[in-house]
């Protein structure tokens, strides 16, 4: 019923910039907070940064300054990655708290897009 599909991801080296999108489709009511995670090899899943539909952020402590998360008005979610570290490299998964129809709102994830941080 609903699928998140990023875009985006790929090899840059240390430095660099990437963008990130991921849109959201399927009988969809309402959008409400979107965001990106990301899972290193070996690591647990952690939170990159938020957005409400309101617009108001949030970001992991280690993104701050570095990372800039968006929205547009209708179902896609970006995020500006500049200043990239090889601790970066992860595959970045999307989030997003969806309501389908009448029924309550779902959290749903997208597939993932691996991004590599390398020289």
């Known amino acids: 019923q609903v699928q998140l599909v990023e875009s985006g991801g790929g090899l840059v080296q240390p430095g660099g910039s990437l963008r990130l999108s991921c849109a959201a489709s399927?009988?969809?009511?309402?959008?409400?907070?979107m965001g990106w995670y990301r899972q290193a090899p070996g690591k647990q899943r952690e939170l990159v940064a938020t957005?409400?539909?309101?617009?108001?952020t949030n970001y992991a402590d280690s993104m701050k300054g570095r990372f800039t998360i968006s929205r547009d008005y209708k179902n896609t979610v970006y995020l500006q990655m500049n200043s990239l570290k090889p601790e970066d490299t992860a595959v970045y998964y999307c989030?997003?708290?969806?309501?389908?129809?009448?029924?309550?709102?779902?959290?749903?994830w997208g597939q993932g897009t691996q991004v590599t941080v390398s020289s």
């Open positions: 957005i409400t539909s309101g617009g108001t």
């Open positions: 399927g009988s969809i009511s309402t959008i409400y907070d």
């Open positions: 989030n997003a708290l969806i309501r389908v129809g009448v029924g309550p709102e779902n959290s749903y």
